[in-house]
Structures are given as C-alpha cells and as structure tokens.
C-alpha cells in the first residue's frame, strides 16, 4: 500500500516549530441536537486508488494516486490541516471530522461551503452545534446552497465574512467567495492583490465552486471564461493548491503546475460512482519542511432512515413503511429532470404513490392548502394542490406526481435516493421551463431556478399546510 499520496518538491523549508495557531471563529449560538446514526465501517482499511493522466486541449493534468488512509496525529515540526465541503445539513460526517481533528491535533479545519441545505436559521444553528465540541479552529467559505432565502446574511452572522486571508507560519491562506455562481471585479481585484502581495513559501487558495468539472460531459461550475480568468491568476502567482467543494466527490490534479484538490463529500449525496472519486470523505494536509502530503480520509456514508414516510393531514397523520407504499396502486413510467445547468439528470425507469392517492388517504386538501415536502436532511419544498391534482394543462405537461420507492427495479432502502418526489412528464423529460409553468407563485422554479431541485429525495414527510 502507498504510504504517501503526492510529493512537491519545494527545496528548503523554514522550521514550523514556532507557529501560532489561528483564533477559533466564536460559535455564539447553539442548540442540544442527537447526532444521526452513522453505518460502521471499518475506514481504515479500505483503500482507492485513482490514476489516469489526461491531455486536454494541449494541457497536460495529472490525475494523482490517492490511497484512503487513516488520519495520524501530524509531526511536532509541521503545519496540518482538514478541509471539507458539501455537508449540507448533515452532521454525522462533521461529528466524525470534529472526533478526528480533536484526537490528532491539527492547526485547523475548513470547511469549502454548503454547510447548510438552502440557508435557513435552524439550518445554521444545526451546523453550529455539530462544531460546538471542536477544540481546534474553524475557517469556512459560503456555498450556493448557504445563500438561498436570504441565507447569506445568516452566513455571515454566524460565521463571518467569506472572503479574507491569514498566514500561519511559512503558509498564506486565501479564501474568497464564489457562492453566486461567479466572480465578480472587485473580487478579482481583491484576489489579485492577495495573491500578488504575499511571498510566503506556500500559497493555498480554498473556495467554493472549482474552476472545472472532472467528470466527462458535466458542467457544474461557473462560465469558462472565469474559470480560465481564475486558473491563470493561480498560475501567475505560483499558488501551490487550490481547494473547493460544489462538485460532491473527490478529485485531484495537478494543471499547470499547479494541484487542484475537490473534496465535495462530507455527507450530500455523491456525483460519481466510488471508483470515479464518489466517496464520502475529507482531506487532511500535512506540510513538512519539503513537501505537502494531501490524503483523503473516508467517512461513514449518512444512514439515512429512508424506508418509511410520516404522512400528516389536517386532522390525522400515520407513518407508512415501504410495506405500506406497495399496497397502494402504483404509476410508473419513465422519467428524467433538468438541472439549474440544463443538464439532464436521473434518468430511469420509476414506480411509486401518487401525492393525490397519500393526500387522500389523510383526508385530502382544498385548492388553497400547500403540499410541504420534507426531507430527512433537512430540505424543504413546497407544492400547490394542482401539482398534486394537475388539470389537463399541468398534466400535459408534469403528468403525475408521485411518492417513488422504486428506481430502474432497485428499491427502497437499496435504492438509496429515495423515497422520492418525480414528475412522470408525458414526454419522458421534467425540465426547467416544465417547472417555471407548475410552479405557483413562491415556490418551486419561483424560488430556486431549478427543476432538478422539485425531486426532493430522501423524503421523510408530506404534511397538508393551510387551506
């Protein structure tokens, strides 16, 4: 097994046995929260290793050979680190990452952002409880998801602004914000002067949203333009490593000259399979005198109860089990839906409850009632009456909407998204014009420009609001 992931000859180093570590970001605000179950699995011995050297357009990137190891309490003379991204809302991963870095000792811990499902209070106060027993310091960037429904000014009121930069002996740290799905001028400015102004011996770079996407024919970073803007800033200013979440897996690469590490993995669901970086993790840095060593640490996969739903009417509520869901009939069709980057996603075959069936068998609705959506890791849609009893022209266009338990013949709890809201669209496609026009005024398309983001997955309840 391979010791080491990648070596970076730097020449000499200055001594890092006078550093000083970094203040921890004060956690004004908790509340008591019973961590979820976690699935044991012995993560320190499974490893992964992931090689492949690619040639794109004229630019050679090294894709390195990562083996999962364990975390090991750093030397006494060197600078270490976790970084992370993508919890989401869960917090077993973060409950296993604090239990880690309080065991080993690092200088600190970072988080690339979308600590939160979609940025609200509780959601916030949920991540600031899983860090309560932290002993180490905590820096964090904000994610696209951190900033919905006004989620950035919560960001910032529990955990500071999201672009600054600190030095930590022979090491300068740069962090800056790409949450909106862009840069904008002043943030290049800012970004330049730091970069330009610091002679440190090793450059770090941590942001949300990566300036590429390492899996073939996706899309799910921001335009070329301001990619190749920013990658020629990193190249311009010797940065060692570039750091960032969004994309929910592990990838590493040296573009360059310079290494780009994705650690996307610290509980929302995976982009890619294990083999192609789909793993639940983080990564620890350790910086000697001559070298960075960057390894990935698996995490438990989120156990996620999955096989039951609460459904609650306005004058009863029962909990049915997957049992339960199949005794009722089913539609079944297949289906696909379109993201917020007009990709294509989740095509398959699909079986489940229709929401009018569930609704009805609590009571049913009235037109003015709202149809709540929530999910086991905390997100949140809302639906009107007509998406779950669509007329003609809803129907035409959304078809039905179902509960799915069942996803190209993999069920419940194999198949692991689900239980699962889908839209049976008669023309096998739910995209994201199909949402704009059955979506009633503040929800859906209304709040988040995507129709990818009405296929709640993992739902745990359907509860009937108002009316």
């Known amino acids: 097994m391979l010791?080491?992931?990648?070596?970076?000859?730097?020449?000499?180093?200055?001594?890092?046995?006078?550093y000083l570590k970094q203040s921890v970001i004060c956690l004004t605000k908790h509340i008591s929260r019973s961590k979820p179950e976690i699935v044991e699995l012995d993560r320190r011995i499974q490893t992964l290793i992931l090689t492949s050297i690619i040639l794109v357009a004229g630019i050679i990137v090294v894709v390195n050979t990562i083996p999962l190891l364990p975390p090991t309490p750093p030397p006494d003379d060197?600078?270490?680190?976790y970084v992370f991204g993508d919890s989401q809302g869960y917090q077993g991963g973060i409950s296993q990452i604090v239990t880690d870095a309080n065991e080993n000792d690092p200088d600190f811990i970072f988080h690339c952002g979308d600590l939160t499902p979609f940025g609200q209070e509780n959601q916030y106060l949920d991540t600031l409880a899983a860090f309560e027993d932290l002993e180490v310091p905590l820096y964090t960037t904000v994610?696209?998801?951190?900033?919905?429904?006004?989620?950035?000014?919560?960001?910032?009121?529990?955990?500071?602004?999201?672009?600054?930069?600190?030095?930590l002996d022979?090491?300068?740290?740069?962090?800056?914000?790409?949450?909106?799905?862009?840069?904008?001028?002043?943030?290049f400015d800012w970004l330049k002067n730091d970069l330009s102004s610091d002679n440190s011996t090793w450059k770090f770079v941590f942001s949300h949203i990566p300036p590429y996407d390492p899996r073939p024919d996706e899309n799910h970073t921001m335009e070329s333009s301001i990619n190749t803007r920013l990658m020629n800033l990193y190249e311009e200013y010797e940065v060692d490593v570039v750091f960032s979440g969004h994309i929910h897996m592990f990838d590493h690469r040296t573009i360059n000259d310079v290494e780009y590490v994705i650690t996307g993995g610290a509980g929302a669901g995976l982009y890619a399979e294990p083999e192609d970086g789909g793993i639940y993790h983080y990564v620890n840095v350790t910086l000697t005198d001559s070298e960075a060593i960057i390894t990935p640490v698996l995490l438990d996969a989120p156990s996620i109860q999955n096989n039951r739903v609460i459904l609650r009417g306005v004058e009863t509520t029962v909990t049915l089990t997957i049992e339960d869901l199949t005794l009722f009939d089913y539609s079944e069709a297949y289906s696909s839906v379109q993201n917020r980057f007009d990709n294509w996603r989740n095509q398959g075959v699909y079986r489940g409850v229709n929401i009018s069936t569930l609704i009805d068998y609590v009571g049913g609705m009235n037109e003015n009632a709202t149809i709540r959506i929530t999910s086991s890791d905390g997100f949140v849609q809302?639906?009107?009456?007509?998406?779950?009893?669509?007329?003609?022209?809803?129907?035409?266009?959304?078809?039905?909407?179902?509960?799915?338990y069942q996803y190209n013949e993999t069920i419940v709890p194999s198949w692991i998204d689900g239980l699962r809201i889908v839209m049976l669209a008669p023309d096998g496609g739910y995209s994201n014009a199909d949402c704009l026009a059955t979506s009633d005024p503040g929800q859906g398309y209304h709040i988040y420009e995507s129709a990818g983001a009405r296929w709640a997955k993992y739902v745990a309840m359907i509860e009937i609001i108002g009316g």
């Not at 020449?11 to 006078?18: E, W």
């Not at 809302?382 to 039905?400: K, L, M, R, T, V």
């Open 3 to 18: 010791m080491e992931c990648i070596t970076m000859a730097k020449g000499t180093r200055k001594s890092a046995t006078s």
């Open 78 to 81: 060197s600078i270490s680190f």
């Open 143 to 167: 994610g696209n998801h951190d900033i919905r429904q006004g989620g950035g000014e919560r960001y910032i009121q529990h955990f500071g602004p999201s672009t600054y930069s600190f030095d």
């Open 170 to 187: 022979s090491a300068h740290f740069t962090v800056f914000n790409t949450s909106a799905n862009t840069v904008s001028e002043d943030e």
């Open 382 to 404: 809302d639906f009107s009456y007509y998406n779950a009893y669509p007329n003609s022209s809803w129907y035409d266009i959304q078809g039905e909407m179902i509960l799915a």
